[in-house]
């Protein structure tokens, strides 16, 4: 299984260092995200603009 999952990270070239920076900072915005999405502080904020969209004016 080691064998597997064994990454050569001498061999990555720059397109390889681009996606794994590109996912790893998706990840943590996407925490961020959820986490202030989720917070029972920000629920007043949220839901003030919560019909924002539908909004034509």
Do not use: Q
Request: charged content about 25%; cysteine-free.
């Amino acid at each position: 299984m080691e064998d597997y999952l064994h990454t050569d990270w001498a061999a990555m070239t720059l397109h390889d260092w681009l996606g794994l920076i590109i996912t790893v900072a998706v990840f943590f915005m996407m925490i961020f995200a959820y986490v202030y999405v989720f917070h029972p502080a920000n629920k007043e904020k949220l839901e003030s603009r919560r019909h924002l969209p539908d909004d034509d004016d």
